[in-house]
């Protein structure tokens, strides 16, 4: 016969009931907010990019499978706004997502709101981040700035220097665009908690496991990208200007070509450069806010962005379609002599013949004129890195395809062209004078350098006198000083301004502070054609 007393270990098994249906309600309460709070993460912000009449897009990342969602208005308000369902972010792109917003009125601020939804039945939302740029409209002057060089030779994010603060300088200038030059990450270069910098000083940075060797697999590629946003400048720059990124070689492995060999790096296990190229060029896709090609060639980067009458970019891509590096003297052109390769060169030559704009911006990844090694001190004889040779010479090997573009826009009339680069880790301003050039077919222009944005200093370089470039200013570390750390203040972007009446072009060399080191005004040349048009334009404002 069954008792009716419970035993001591049936009374606690009661009680322990009782006491789990009284924490009910607070244990799901407790669940409810665990369940709340377990929603989309979006640690790296949000970017805009490829501003474009009518158009610009929206990047953002998740931490998880979820789907973008862009709302936009133009009040701050956001009365009247419009949102729109965007892509899945999912593994296979490492949960970025971009969003093309279209149908954009010209001349307005626009003000974003993104955020994701998780793909459980949850739905669950992340907070959203926002942001706001402007749209160019026919009334408006332009300002845009550039630079390059992010995050190399150790130098990262030292919080206690202010972080990479020249983001912060460059946003204060209230800038409509930014044209990343190139090496917005440096994929070779390990960055350590700590280095020695100058005058005894240690810079300190903020480390990742993906930053602390060469990134060789595709999650320490999409590491380095990752690194760089998590400085909160940077974010904050990225949240207001809208960007126009293009690649050199840092972003795979230093000065890559088809002659690049590793097979005696050490810091490398992966020794095959086209496999580590296209990790690179997949995490370089996934990050950069850039409009995508369309499938004839899906991770083109080389592409022009127009900004009515005044103003059409120009972005090539001086990298991916190279041949080796070699000791660059050949006397005819081959595929050992491309720089940009025939069908990229054919399109730029198409494009600036057919342009309209008063001012033809050509960003370029390199600078034309100065003499760049292929680490001449572990690799000779003496291979270079860039279109000069150093041999002060006629035209010879890549510089022929140069020469021939330069000829080209003389020969088709075409004006008002600026170069724009980066690369070389100091500020510069050269004037390509053809009479006192070697090689001398072309009309005389002008190519400004800037940068390092956040990285070592370095230069001044020397100057190749095939096209005859005339160094007007220079900005550098001192007479045998190499690599200085931020702490040195030779951190350089570029400005540039051009005047809706006038069409006057002023470009602007500033330091890590903002201050204008070095200034020039350009004023536009006459083309018959395109001034009657914009004359006519002028009329109806």
């Known amino acids: 016969m069954r008792s009716l007393i419970n035993p ?17 309600p607070l244990l799901l309460s407790l669940a409810a907010d665990v369940s709340a709070n377990d929603v989309p993460l979006m640690e790296q912000g949000i970017q805009i990019g490829d ?109 206690s220097f202010g972080g990479m603060k020249i983001y912060e300088a ?59 946003l998590l400085d909160e400048n940077l974010r904050r720059f990225n949240a207001e200007v809208p960007q126009i990124w293009q690649w050199d070689d840092h972003e795979v492995v230093n000065n890559w070509s088809d002659s690049k060999d590793l097979s005696q790096d050490s810091r490398y296990t992966v020794k095959d450069v086209p496999l580590l190229t296209a990790r690179a060029g997949k995490a370089f896709h996934e990050y950069a806010p850039l409009r995508p090609h369309d499938a004839e060639e899906s991770e083109r980067i080389y592409r022009k962005i127009s900004y009515g009458k005044l103003l059409d ?123 006192k050039a070697q090689t001398k077919d072309f009309k005389p222009f002008w190519e400004f350098v800037a940068g390092p944005l956040n990285a070592g200093s370095f230069g001044p370089n020397s100057a190749d006198g095939t096209f005859g470039p005339q160094v007007v200013f220079t900005k550098a570390p001192p007479a045998g000083q190499v690599n200085l750390s931020p702490y040195a203040g030779l951190q350089f972007f570029g400005e540039v301004n051009i005047d809706k009446r006038s069409r006057a072009m002023t470009v602007d060399l500033k330091d890590i502070d903002g201050a204008t080191v070095f200034s020039k005004t350009l004023a536009a040349e006459a083309e018959h054609k395109r001034d009657h048009e914009y004359d006519r334009d002028q009329d109806h404002d």
């Open 8 to 24: 001591p270990h049936s009374f606690l098994r009661s009680k322990s009931v009782t006491a789990v249906i009284t924490a009910l």
């Open 51 to 159: 501003l474009a009449p009518g158009r610009a897009m929206i990047w953002s990342r998740a931490d998880r499978p979820a789907r973008m969602f862009v709302e936009y208005a133009f009040n701050e308000e956001f009365t009247d706004a419009k949102t729109i369902r965007g892509p899945h972010a999912l593994e296979g792109t490492d949960f970025t997502a971009r969003q093309d917003l279209v149908g954009l009125p010209e001349g307005k601020d626009v003000y974003v709101k993104v955020w994701f939804e998780d793909l459980t039945n949850a739905h669950g939302k992340s907070e959203p981040v926002t942001g706001h740029f402007h749209t160019i409209g026919k009334r408006d002057d332009i300002r845009f700035v550039w630079g390059g060089d992010t995050a190399g030779q150790g130098f990262g994010i030292n919080e």
């Open 170 to 228: 460059m946003r204060k200038v209230e800038p409509q665009f930014f044209i990343q030059s190139g090496d917005s990450v440096y994929s070779d270069g390990p960055i350590p908690a700590a280095k020695p910098a100058e005058n005894g000083q240690i810079w300190t940075n903020l480390v990742t496991p993906e930053v602390s060797k060469v990134a060789e697999t595709l999650d320490e590629f999409r590491g380095r990208y990752k690194y760089n």
């Open 313 to 435: 970019v120009f972005v090539i891509d001086m990298r991916s379609y190279r041949g080796p590096n070699t000791g660059n003297l050949q006397t005819k052109e081959s595929a050992e002599t491309a720089f940009l390769g025939e069908t990229q060169l054919a399109w730029l030559q198409d494009e600036l013949k057919h342009s309209n704009a008063t001012w033809k911006v050509i960003s370029a990844d390199m600078p034309i004129g100065l003499n760049i090694s292929d680490d001449f001190d572990h690799n000779p004889p003496q291979r270079w890195e860039a279109v000069a040779n150093g041999n002060n010479g006629p035209a010879a090997g890549r510089e022929l395809e140069i020469a021939r573009l330069l000829k080209f826009i003389k020969h088709e009339h075409v004006n008002n062209i600026v170069w724009l680069t980066a690369d070389v880790h100091y500020a510069a301003a050269h004037y390509y004078d053809p009479a």
